[in-house]
């Protein structure tokens, strides 16, 4: 019978965003080193009278505190940033993103009377390494600025979580998706692909933000 292997193995555990809108948040464990990616809330539906908002249940991180060495940001939108102020609470442990995207976090932080936060500006294109893991920033389109994808380099492979985005090739602000990054990330060979999905079952495109506003006028 063969013995069960004892080495490492790289977790991915999405605490929430996983089959629903909101509440994006997902766990990267390695050994000793946790990061996580994006800390959001969701809005509650028509069951749920008298809430204002779902966070996701953050107990895991909780008893893995001493593990846990970063939040990492995708963008600014709430259902990506909405639950970070009862996070660092909690866990005082840096947050990393882009200029915009810290800045919604500090407007959030302020308003929640969080203090004593470390908030680590980046930008597409950066690559920090936390722990064991080596994080990439890459250039993405969507309906806020300062969004990035992330190519998160493990132990055992390269994971690429897309964050929110939309191929976009005339923008009205910011650039344009960083496609030949993500062929080159690719070719190199990707051990798994956290992308989004919202609307993946409709067919056909997108229309660009430029063409949309044109037609208002």
């Known amino acids: 019978m063969a013995r069960k292997s004892t080495a490492p193995q790289l977790k991915i555990i999405p605490l929430g965003g996983l089959g629903e809108i909101g509440k994006n948040m997902t ?34 991180l909780e008893q893995n505190a001493e593990r ?18 009862y996070a660092l609470e909690k866990f005082k442990v840096p947050v990393f993103g882009t200029k915009f995207t810290l800045a919604l976090i500090e407007h959030k932080l302020h308003e929640h009377h969080v203090e004593d936060t470390c908030l680590e500006c980046i930008n597409a294109g950066d690559v920090i390494e936390i722990g064991c893991f080596k994080i990439e920033f890459i250039k993405v389109s969507h309906s806020i600025a300062g969004a990035v994808a992330l190519a998160v ?8 979580h897309t964050g929110d985005f939309k191929v976009d090739y005339t923008p009205i602000e910011g650039g344009i998706i960083d496609l030949a990054r993500f062929g080159e990330l690719g070719n190199r060979g990707v ?15 997108t229309k660009s933000e430029r063409s949309v506003g044109e037609s208002f006028r």
């Open 27 to 60: 766990v990267l464990e390695y050994n000793e080193d946790i990061i996580v990616i994006d800390c959001g809330l969701a809005f509650p539906d028509e069951e749920m009278p008298g809430i204002d908002m779902v966070i996701p249940d953050m107990s895991y």
């Open 68 to 85: 846990l060495r970063a939040f990492i940001i995708t963008h600014g939108h709430e259902d990506h940033i909405g639950a970070i102020s």
């Open 153 to 160: 380099t493990t132990p055992v492979g390269i994971v690429v």
């Open 191 to 205: 051990l798994a692909l956290m992308s989004e999905s919202t609307n993946v079952e409709r067919p056909g495109y």
